[in-house]
Protein backbone atom coordinates (compact mmCIF):
# COMPACT_ATOMS: atom_id res chain seq x y z
CA UNK A 1 0.00 0.00 0.00
CA UNK A 2 1.46 3.18 -0.88
CA UNK A 3 0.69 7.26 -0.81
CA UNK A 4 3.44 9.66 -3.07
CA UNK A 5 5.76 6.67 -2.30
CA UNK A 6 5.23 7.62 1.26
CA UNK A 7 3.90 4.44 3.76
CA UNK A 8 3.37 4.84 7.50
CA UNK A 9 1.95 2.11 9.56
CA UNK A 10 0.66 4.27 12.39
CA UNK A 11 -1.06 6.61 9.95
CA UNK A 12 -5.44 6.36 10.97
CA UNK A 13 -5.70 6.45 6.96
CA UNK A 14 -3.05 3.86 6.38
CA UNK A 15 -4.99 1.25 9.02
CA UNK A 16 -8.27 2.44 7.65
CA UNK A 17 -7.50 1.28 4.18
CA UNK A 18 -6.16 -1.62 5.35
CA UNK A 19 -8.71 -2.65 7.36
CA UNK A 20 -11.82 -1.68 4.82
CA UNK A 21 -10.09 -3.64 1.69
CA UNK A 22 -8.33 -0.14 -0.26
CA UNK A 23 -5.04 -0.59 -1.58
CA UNK A 24 -4.15 2.77 -0.55
CA UNK A 25 -5.39 5.64 1.98
CA UNK A 26 -5.41 8.26 -1.13
CA UNK A 27 -8.71 6.46 -1.38
CA UNK A 28 -10.00 8.58 1.49
CA UNK A 29 -9.05 11.39 -0.28
CA UNK A 30 -11.43 11.16 -3.40
CA UNK A 31 -14.16 9.47 -1.25
CA UNK A 32 -14.40 12.85 0.74
CA UNK A 33 -14.30 14.59 -2.61
CA UNK A 34 -16.91 12.65 -3.74
CA UNK A 35 -18.57 13.52 -0.28
CA UNK A 36 -18.09 17.03 -0.48
CA UNK A 37 -18.92 18.04 -4.69
CA UNK A 38 -20.76 14.86 -5.99
CA UNK A 39 -18.26 14.36 -8.53
CA UNK A 40 -19.75 10.93 -9.59
CA UNK A 41 -23.49 12.24 -9.99
CA UNK A 42 -24.52 10.80 -12.94
CA UNK A 43 -21.48 9.47 -14.70
CA UNK A 44 -20.67 6.22 -16.69
CA UNK A 45 -17.52 6.90 -18.80
CA UNK A 46 -14.79 8.02 -16.51
CA UNK A 47 -10.80 7.89 -17.05
CA UNK A 48 -8.83 7.91 -14.00
CA UNK A 49 -5.11 9.07 -14.77
CA UNK A 50 -1.78 7.83 -12.57
CA UNK A 51 -4.06 5.61 -11.24
CA UNK A 52 -1.59 2.91 -9.50
CA UNK A 53 -2.27 0.82 -7.24
CA UNK A 54 -5.64 0.98 -7.95
CA UNK A 55 -8.14 2.81 -5.07
CA UNK A 56 -9.10 5.29 -7.25
CA UNK A 57 -10.18 3.02 -9.41
CA UNK A 58 -12.01 0.78 -6.67
CA UNK A 59 -13.53 3.92 -5.37
CA UNK A 60 -14.52 5.00 -8.51
CA UNK A 61 -16.38 1.64 -9.39
CA UNK A 62 -18.32 1.41 -6.43
CA UNK A 63 -20.10 4.80 -7.55
CA UNK A 64 -20.57 3.60 -10.46
CA UNK A 65 -22.01 0.61 -10.40
CA UNK A 66 -24.20 2.45 -8.17
CA UNK A 67 -24.95 4.27 -10.99
CA UNK A 68 -26.46 1.89 -13.00
CA UNK A 69 -28.53 0.80 -10.23
CA UNK A 70 -30.12 4.20 -9.91
CA UNK A 71 -30.31 5.32 -13.23
CA UNK A 72 -31.34 2.16 -15.57
CA UNK A 73 -35.03 3.50 -15.70
CA UNK A 74 -37.14 4.13 -18.58
CA UNK A 75 -35.64 8.02 -18.70
CA UNK A 76 -31.78 7.50 -18.48
CA UNK A 77 -31.43 3.62 -19.73
CA UNK A 78 -28.11 3.56 -18.69
CA UNK A 79 -27.11 -0.15 -18.69
CA UNK A 80 -23.64 -0.26 -18.73
CA UNK A 81 -20.40 1.71 -17.28
CA UNK A 82 -16.84 1.97 -19.09
CA UNK A 83 -13.93 2.61 -16.51
CA UNK A 84 -10.31 2.71 -17.91
CA UNK A 85 -7.15 3.08 -15.65
CA UNK A 86 -3.85 3.95 -16.93
CA UNK A 87 -0.38 4.49 -14.98
CA UNK A 88 3.35 3.86 -16.13
CA UNK A 89 3.55 1.19 -13.49
CA UNK A 90 1.87 -2.02 -13.27
CA UNK A 91 -2.05 -2.04 -11.63
CA UNK A 92 -3.16 -5.26 -9.89
CA UNK A 93 -6.37 -5.70 -12.28
CA UNK A 94 -9.63 -5.23 -11.18
CA UNK A 95 -12.65 -7.29 -12.36
CA UNK A 96 -14.59 -4.83 -15.12
CA UNK A 97 -12.13 -2.48 -15.24
CA UNK A 98 -9.71 -1.43 -18.39
CA UNK A 99 -6.22 -0.97 -16.91
CA UNK A 100 -3.63 -0.21 -19.68
CA UNK A 101 0.55 0.44 -18.70
CA UNK A 102 1.26 4.03 -20.48
CA UNK A 103 2.72 6.78 -20.00
CA UNK A 104 0.08 9.62 -20.06
CA UNK A 105 1.85 12.40 -21.57
CA UNK A 106 2.62 9.98 -25.20
CA UNK A 107 0.29 9.49 -28.01
CA UNK A 108 -0.27 6.20 -27.77
CA UNK A 109 -2.35 7.44 -24.66
CA UNK A 110 -5.17 8.73 -27.04
CA UNK A 111 -5.17 5.68 -29.24
CA UNK A 112 -6.55 3.64 -26.36
CA UNK A 113 -8.97 6.19 -25.42
CA UNK A 114 -10.35 5.80 -28.56
CA UNK A 115 -10.36 2.28 -28.92
CA UNK A 116 -12.14 1.76 -25.25
CA UNK A 117 -14.78 4.67 -24.79
CA UNK A 118 -15.47 5.54 -28.46
CA UNK A 119 -17.35 8.41 -27.39
CA UNK A 120 -16.90 11.43 -24.63
CA UNK A 121 -15.51 10.96 -21.48
CA UNK A 122 -18.15 12.02 -18.37
CA UNK A 123 -15.68 12.13 -15.65
CA UNK A 124 -11.83 12.41 -15.46
CA UNK A 125 -9.44 12.00 -12.55
CA UNK A 126 -5.91 12.78 -12.21
CA UNK A 127 -4.18 12.04 -8.63
CA UNK A 128 -0.90 11.43 -10.91
CA UNK A 129 2.01 12.66 -9.35
CA UNK A 130 5.58 13.81 -11.11
CA UNK A 131 8.61 11.93 -9.44
CA UNK A 132 9.68 14.65 -6.33
CA UNK A 133 13.03 15.75 -6.45
CA UNK A 134 13.03 17.45 -3.07
CA UNK A 135 13.37 20.81 -4.42
CA UNK A 136 9.38 22.35 -4.34
CA UNK A 137 9.82 25.38 -6.57
CA UNK A 138 11.16 22.31 -9.42
CA UNK A 139 8.26 20.04 -8.71
CA UNK A 140 5.83 22.54 -8.45
CA UNK A 141 7.41 23.68 -12.07
CA UNK A 142 7.45 19.92 -13.49
CA UNK A 143 3.97 19.10 -12.02
CA UNK A 144 2.29 22.21 -13.79
CA UNK A 145 3.59 21.00 -16.81
CA UNK A 146 2.54 17.47 -16.60
CA UNK A 147 -0.91 19.10 -15.68
CA UNK A 148 -1.04 21.06 -18.86
CA UNK A 149 -0.80 17.63 -20.72
CA UNK A 150 -3.86 16.19 -18.83
CA UNK A 151 -5.70 19.54 -19.38
CA UNK A 152 -5.03 19.01 -22.99
CA UNK A 153 -6.13 15.43 -22.93
CA UNK A 154 -9.60 16.93 -20.72
CA UNK A 155 -10.39 19.23 -24.19
CA UNK A 156 -10.17 16.87 -26.69
CA UNK A 157 -11.48 13.76 -24.73
CA UNK A 158 -14.35 15.20 -21.93
CA UNK A 159 -17.90 15.54 -22.82
CA UNK A 160 -19.58 19.49 -22.83
CA UNK A 161 -20.39 19.96 -19.22
CA UNK A 162 -18.09 17.15 -18.43
CA UNK A 163 -16.08 17.25 -14.93
CA UNK A 164 -12.43 16.74 -13.94
CA UNK A 165 -10.40 16.47 -10.19
CA UNK A 166 -6.99 17.28 -11.14
CA UNK A 167 -3.81 16.95 -8.75
CA UNK A 168 -1.32 19.73 -8.48
CA UNK A 169 0.87 20.89 -6.33
CA UNK A 170 0.92 25.16 -4.86
CA UNK A 171 3.46 27.49 -6.07
CA UNK A 172 4.27 30.17 -7.95
CA UNK A 173 2.58 29.32 -11.07
CA UNK A 174 -0.46 28.06 -9.46
CA UNK A 175 -2.69 31.24 -10.71
CA UNK A 176 -2.03 31.33 -14.20
CA UNK A 177 -2.36 27.76 -14.30
CA UNK A 178 -5.66 27.77 -12.58
CA UNK A 179 -6.46 30.61 -15.13
CA UNK A 180 -5.75 27.76 -17.88
CA UNK A 181 -8.09 25.48 -15.91
CA UNK A 182 -10.74 28.11 -16.17
CA UNK A 183 -10.92 29.28 -19.92
CA UNK A 184 -11.80 25.02 -20.14
CA UNK A 185 -14.05 24.99 -16.53
CA UNK A 186 -17.39 26.80 -15.44
CA UNK A 187 -16.52 26.35 -12.04
CA UNK A 188 -12.75 25.34 -11.08
CA UNK A 189 -12.32 25.32 -7.01
CA UNK A 190 -8.98 24.05 -5.21
CA UNK A 191 -9.86 21.59 -2.60
CA UNK A 192 -7.25 19.66 0.59
CA UNK A 193 -8.86 16.80 1.28
CA UNK A 194 -8.72 16.45 4.98
CA UNK A 195 -6.48 12.95 4.62
CA UNK A 196 -4.24 15.03 2.82
CA UNK A 197 -0.87 15.45 4.77
CA UNK A 198 -0.54 18.95 6.38
CA UNK A 199 3.06 19.36 4.76
CA UNK A 200 2.06 18.17 1.71
CA UNK A 201 1.78 21.15 -0.77
CA UNK A 202 -0.71 19.18 -2.98
CA UNK A 203 -3.98 20.67 -3.69
CA UNK A 204 -6.96 19.23 -6.11
CA UNK A 205 -8.94 21.32 -8.72
CA UNK A 206 -12.67 20.46 -8.84
CA UNK A 207 -13.49 21.35 -12.34
CA UNK A 208 -17.15 21.45 -13.35
CA UNK A 209 -19.05 21.81 -16.27
CA UNK A 210 -16.82 21.85 -18.89
CA UNK A 211 -17.14 24.51 -21.59
C1 LIG B 1 -0.27 9.20 -5.96
S1 LIG B 1 -0.12 7.92 -7.14
C2 LIG B 1 -1.79 7.58 -7.56
C3 LIG B 1 -2.56 6.82 -6.51
C4 LIG B 1 -3.90 6.36 -7.01
N1 LIG B 1 -4.80 7.49 -7.18
C5 LIG B 1 -4.55 5.39 -6.06
O1 LIG B 1 -5.42 5.83 -5.30
O2 LIG B 1 -4.23 4.21 -6.07
C6 LIG B 1 0.48 8.77 -8.56
C7 LIG B 1 0.74 7.90 -9.76
O3 LIG B 1 1.02 8.70 -10.90
C8 LIG B 1 1.77 7.87 -11.79
N2 LIG B 1 2.38 8.67 -12.87
C9 LIG B 1 3.23 9.71 -12.78
N3 LIG B 1 3.56 10.18 -14.01
C10 LIG B 1 2.88 9.42 -14.91
C11 LIG B 1 2.79 9.42 -16.33
N4 LIG B 1 3.47 10.31 -17.07
N5 LIG B 1 2.01 8.50 -16.93
C12 LIG B 1 1.31 7.59 -16.18
N6 LIG B 1 1.36 7.55 -14.83
C13 LIG B 1 2.12 8.45 -14.19
C14 LIG B 1 2.78 7.23 -10.86
O4 LIG B 1 3.34 6.06 -11.45
C15 LIG B 1 1.92 6.95 -9.62
O5 LIG B 1 1.48 5.63 -9.60
Aim: aromatic content about 12%; charged content about 35%; overall charge positive.
Amino acid sequence: MTDNHFTHKKDPYYKKAKREGYRARSSYKLLDIQKRFEIFKRTFYILDLGCAPGSWLQVTKKFTEENIEKYKDQYYNRDHYKIMGVDIKKVSPIEDVKIIKADITKLEVQEHIDAFFQDKLDLILSDTSITKIGNKFTDHINQIKLCDKILELAKRNLKFKGKMVLKSFLGNDSEDFTRRVKSQFRIVKGYKPQSSKKRSNEIYLICLGKK
